[in-house]
Every structure is written in structure tokens, then in C-alpha cells.
């Protein structure tokens, strides 16, 4: 069975775009593929946080993977802070790493820009994404657009180290979702939705209130052509509306237009809401079951001893064919 991994940042509740483009395909994901899915607090502290809310923010992550369906019979979920292999191989990718190529990732152009005393972190965090993927013997890594250039180069790690030492990693391919994967802004359809958007409007939150759900899509930004067909470019406020109904009721786009063909902006746009509050209202409510309970530290107890096994194994034969150490003399 071939391995999958991901990881998401533990940097504020996650919005729906999160779910569709994540956690409703990992979902799916764990039926056919070995996965192990990470709460990447490591990652989090490139920027400075609140310790408390970091902690909050963390079992709050993982409650809403359990949440969202992630079974821990069938997926490993875990917290990579307490899997040191993470770090520890972070620290040799960085060896490997060039700083011409890591001052060419797009994400540090834009996170460091115009900022002084950027911390080093931002520019050399992802020799360590690259770790949390090759300690798994990863073969696909389900990410969207954003990431991609991140894991070419992980590939490109992975390559130049077996190529130096031995073929210790697992090269992986890059799994990207064509539906869903990219959901935007409600009130500037143009951009990734995001949860630090300070425009509440624009973002639907897992967690959000149904009335709060329905209000947020109702004052979602269209057009007044009064048309609801899929154009990113003309109509990028119903393509999006579009692509979210569609995700959410496993509808090719094409059929919605034919069912929305003679039907206003407003019964789409409730229709669209009533269809994002039949999804989270389970989830939800699984939530707060899940929040407060031995269970959940039960399930991440039980996912870090299962990914520090692994990992492991992989950082040893990492470490020997590196010269690390010492060679220790059987008696």
C-alpha cells in the first residue's frame, strides 16, 4: 500500500475552504493509502505565538480531523513536535539545502518582504517540510497550487541526497486535488480564501454558527449578469459559489449549471449556504464531543508512538549512510 502524508499549521480555527481542499479529501484518502496526517505545531513558530492559544489551537486541529472522519484504525494522526525525528532531520536537509534555492520560494518572497529582523525560520522551514514527508517513506503529498513549489523541492532533497549517499528516501509525487482544492474568498473571489483574512465576511470558519454560515454566503460578492454558469475570469464570485456546491454534493459543475439555468442569485446562494450547513453540522457536533475527551488524547498518544516508530527507522538509516555517530563494537 503506498504511503500519503500531510501536514497543516495549527495557526487559527481552519476555514471550509480547508475542509474541502484537505480534510474531505483525507477522508477519502484513508481508504485506499497508508497516511499519516501531522499537526505541524514546528511549522506554526516561524512566526511568533501565543503559547496558550498554540496549545488551543492544536487540540483543536486534531479534534476537527476526528471530526471531519479521519479514523485512527485506518490513518496515523499525530503532532510533530513529539516526533523529534522531524527536527533532527530538518537540521541534515538542511545540509543539503542551497540558500539561492530557498531565497527563490515564493511564500518567503512574500513573508518577508518589506519586514526587518525576519527570522531564519521562514527562509529555511522548508528543508524541514521536507523532512516530515521523506520520514515517512511518503509517496504522495496531497497539497494545493501554493505548495507545489515546496514539495519540487522536497523531490529535488530527496534526489540530491540519494544521489550523494545511498537511496535512503522515497521520492514523492506531488497529489493534487482538481476539484475544491482552491477555494476563494467570498468577498474577493480573485484570492485563496484564508483564515487570516481580516475581513470576516470573506471566510467561512469550520466551527462558524449556521446563521453565520448562511449570512456570509447570502453577502458573498457576485456580479449582476444574473447567470449562474462557471467563468473564473468574468464570474469568479459564482464560479467559486459553483465549485464549493459542487464539492459539497459530489456534482460535476456542468450538471449544476443545467439545474441553475433559469434560477436567480439569491435561491443559489441559499441553496449553496442550506448545502455547507448540512456538512458541518455533524462535524461540529463532533467536535464538541471530541474537544474535552480522553479520546483524543488517547487517539494522539497513539499516533505518536506510531510515527516516531517509523520515523525512526527512517532518521537512522539516514544518519548511517551521512557517517553520523558511531559504529558500535558487539562484544
Known sequence: METIFSGIQPSGTLTFGNYLGAMKQFV????????????????????????LKLRENIRSLAALYLASG?????????IQSEVPAHTQLGWIMQTQ??????????????????????????????PLMAADILLYNTNH?????????????????????????????????VKISEVGARIMSLQEPT???????????????????????????????????????????EKPGISNLLTILSSVTNTPIKDLEKQYENIGYGQFKQDVADAVVTVL??????????????????????????ANRVANKTLAKAKKAMGLGRVVKRK
Not at 29 to 45: G, K, T
Not at 70 to 78: G, R, V
Not at 281 to 306: F, H, K, M, N, W
Open 97 to 126: 539545502s542551497y540558500i539561492g534555492e530557498l531565497e527563490r520560494m515564493t511564500q518567503f518572497k512574500d513573508k518577508s518582504a518589506g519586514k526587518e529582523g525576519v527570522p531564519s525560520a521562514l527562509l529555511t522551514y522548508p
Open 28 to 51: 477519502e484518502l484513508q481508504e485506499d493509502y497508508e497516511c499519516y496526517f501531522c499537526i505541524v505545531d514546528e511549522h506554526a513558530i516561524t512566526v511568533p505565538q501565543d503559547r
Open 70 to 78: 479521519i479514523n485512527p484504525d485506518k490513518a496515523t494522526l499525530f
Open 141 to 173: 503529498v496531497p497539497v494545493g497550487n501554493d505548495q507545489k513549489q515546496h514539495l519540487e523541492l522536497t523531490r529535488d532533497l530527496a534526489e540530491r541526497f540519494n544521489r550523494k549517499y545511498n537511496d535512503i528516501f522515497t521520492v514523492p509525487e
Open 191 to 233: 484570492k485563496k480564501m484564508s483564515k487570516s483574512d481580516a475581513n470576516q465576511k470573506a471566510t467561512i470558519y469550520m466551527l462558524d454558527e449556521p446563521k453565520k454560515i448562511i449570512k456570509k454566503i447570502k453577502s458573498a460578492m457576485t456580479d449582476s449578469e444574473g447567470i449562474v454558469r462557471f467563468d473564473p475570469v
Open 281 to 306: 453540522e455533524p462535524i461540529q457536533q463532533r467536535y464538541y464531543e471530541l474537544i474535552d475527551s480522553d479520546t483524543l488524547d488517547e487517539v494522539l498518544d497513539q499516533g505518536r508512538d506510531t
